[in-house]
């Protein structure tokens, strides 16, 4: 497996709970490799432990993605291969490693995807939205303003979202969301998949926000956050309230613009108030 000449770099998933995911290809891979390039090494060396493997460690995370891959792509071309692991799950997905992949591309050094445990596709696998058509947006910015500002801009995305969020911030996202997706729109909430308290709540937005508020282990473990995209219907009642609102905002305040266009058009406040915030 270990190239001869030029090293080999290897992309390797690894479990993102249960240990007994780690394929028997990824074993042999990392123990196979010269190094590993691990986010973390203290919590990777757990994982490591557990299958005997012993090859030796390097961090390369966010902080310091920069400064390591020009050393590490040198030695793949003088012949070492090194295995690249994140955490937990694939590599690259809300994880570092995209500069180590393009420049090693760049440096015609092989590049070999050991593919595994992914948490947004293992979410989406069992969350019972559409799954034909979807969009990964990864983490929600972490100041309200730009996290209010990017939900916006999804409000009429009809593909299926699906989030990171870090527990702690997990009640001002949903508060968000229900603010701009609206309180019966789908979603589901997946907490410690293939961990001992695994568990997928789904509901509308104002009923996951309720168990949110309600749930103290709602702020604790590793989180994905799947929103149904916006309907048909939808798209027909903002393309009428547009037709309605863009005048009226024009001449009118914004509240007051709201409160004609429900008495023209007999659309709910609260659709049309969020259409008008996002003209």
Known sequence: MVADKTGTLYIVATPIGNLGDLSPRAQEILHQVNLIAAEDTRHSAGLLRHFGITTAMISLHEYNEK???EALITRCKAGVSIALISDAGTPLISDPGYRMVRQGRQAGIPIVPIPGPCAAVTA???AGLPSDRFVFEGFLPVKANARYARLHQLADENRTL???EAPRRLLESMQAMVEIFGPEREGVIARELTKFYEAVHTGGLATLLTWVE????????????LIHGADKKQDFIKQE???VLAPLLKILPLKQAVAVAVEITGFKRNDLYQLALRL
């Open 67 to 69: 400064q390591q891959v």
């Open 124 to 126: 989406l696998s069992v």
């Open 162 to 164: 699906i989030f990171y």
């Open 214 to 225: 309600q749930s103290p282990e709602s702020d604790r473990g590793e989180l994905v956050l």
């Open 241 to 243: 309230a547009l037709k």
